[in-house]
C-alpha cells in the first residue's frame, strides 16, 4: 500500500504524462535512456531516463518541495508507477485515440513556444541601460499630466433632501466635522468628522472622484454628490502632487513592461512574415 503522500503526489504529476509518454513515439536513438543517457530504473525493460527524473524534480522543487533523499525515492517510486500506467495506456492503444492525438499536439505546441520565448529573452532581455532610459521616459510623460491626491471630508446620508439642508448649514457657518459626527451614515469617517485618508481621484466611485477634481482646496460641493452609497457633501482639505516612484521600487515593473513590449513586436514582425491563409469558417464539430 502507498501512503496518501504518494497518491497525492502521482495525481498532482499526471497532468504532464502525455507528454512524457509522447517519449514513445520518437525513434529508439531520440530516447535519452538509448542514447546512453543514465536510467532510474526499468518497468518491463523499458527504462525510466534521468531526464526525466531531473524534470521532474526541478519542477517540485521549484513549488517549495525540499529536495532530500527521501523525496528522491519517493519521486523515483512514483515515475515507476507512471511508468506502468503509460505501458497499461499504450497497451489499451489510448494513444491512438483522437482526443489524445489532440491533446498532445496542443502540449507540444506550448512546450515549444514556452522554450522559444526562454530562448527569445536570453537574447533579448532589457539592459540596465534601457530599462532606466525607459523609466526617464515615462518619469517625463507623467510630468506633463502631474497627478494629484486629495485630503477630502465626507458627510453620507440618505436622502438627496438632508444633504442639501446639511449644504445650506455650512454656508450660515456651521462646522463640518460636527455636521459629520451627528448625521452622516459612514461608519469608517463619521467618528473622525467624515475625514478621508490621502487619496486620487480614481480611488473613490466615479461621480465622488468627478466631484474632487473641480474642488480647490477649502471648497464643498454646492449640490449633493450621488453614489451607490447616497447623497455625499464633500469637502476638499487639501491637495498635493503625486510624488512619482523611485528607479529602485520600479525597476522591475519597467522591465516587465519593455519584456512585454519586445515579445509583442517579435510575434506581431512572425505573422507579417508569415503566410497565412484561412481555410474556410470555423465550425464546431
Known amino acids: 500500500m502507498h501512503s496518501l503522500r504518494f497518491i497525492l503526489l502521482l495525481g498532482a504529476l499526471l497532468a504532464p504524462l502525455a507528454v512524457l509518454a509522447a517519449e514513445k513515439d520518437k525513434p529508439a536513438a531520440d530516447k535519452p535512456a538509448a542514447a546512453g543517457g543514465k536510467i532510474i530504473a526499468k518497468v518491463n525493460g523499458t527504462g525510466i531516463p534521468q531526464s526525466r527524473f531531473d524534470l521532474i524534480l526541478k519542477s517540485q522543487t521549484a513549488q517549495g518541495q525540499q529536495d532530500t533523499p527521501e523525496f528522491r525515492e519517493e519521486l523515483r517510486d512514483v515515475l515507476i508507477t507512471r511508468e506502468v500506467l503509460a505501458q497499461e495506456a499504450l497497451k489499451r492503444k489510448i494513444d491512438k485515440d483522437p482526443l489524445y492525438v489532440a491533446q498532445l499536439d496542443v502540449m507540444k505546441q506550448q512546450i515549444l513556444l514556452t522554450l522559444l520565448f526562454e ?14 532610459k525607459e523609466y526617464e521616459r515615462v518619469k517625463a510623460d507623467a510630468a506633463k499630466s502631474p497627478r494629484k491626491e486629495y485630503k477630502a471630508r465626507h458627510i453620507l446620508v440618505k436622502e438627496e433632501a438632508d444633504a442639501k439642508a446639511i449644504i445650506e448649514q455650512l454656508q450660515n457657518g456651521a462646522d463640518f466635522a460636527a455636521l459629520a459626527k451627528e448625521k452622516s451614515i459612514d461608519p469608517g469617517s463619521k467618528d473622525n468628522g467624515g475625514e478621508l485618508e490621502w487619496a ?3 480611488h473613490y466611485v466615479g461621480p465622488f472622484g468627478e466631484a474632487l477634481k473641480t474642488l480647490k482646496k477649502g471648497e464643498t460641493t454646492k449640490e449633493p454628490v450621488h453614489t451607490s452609497y447616497g447623497y455625499h457633501v464633500i469637502q476638499v482639505v487639501d491637495e498635493r502632487p503625486v510624488p512619482f516612484p523611485e528607479y529602485d521600487k520600479v525597476k522591475q515593473q519597467v522591465r516587465e513592461s519593455l519584456i512585454g513590449r ?9 505573422r507579417e512574415k508569415a503566410k497565412i491563409e484561412k ?6 464539430n
Open 200 to 202: 486620487e481621484a480614481n
Open 279 to 284: 481555410t474556410g469558417a470555423v465550425t464546431s
Open 262 to 270: 519586445a515579445r509583442e513586436e517579435f510575434v506581431n514582425k512572425l
Open 119 to 132: 530562448d527569445f529573452m536570453k537574447k533579448s532581455a532589457p539592459t540596465e541601460e534601457a530599462i532606466h
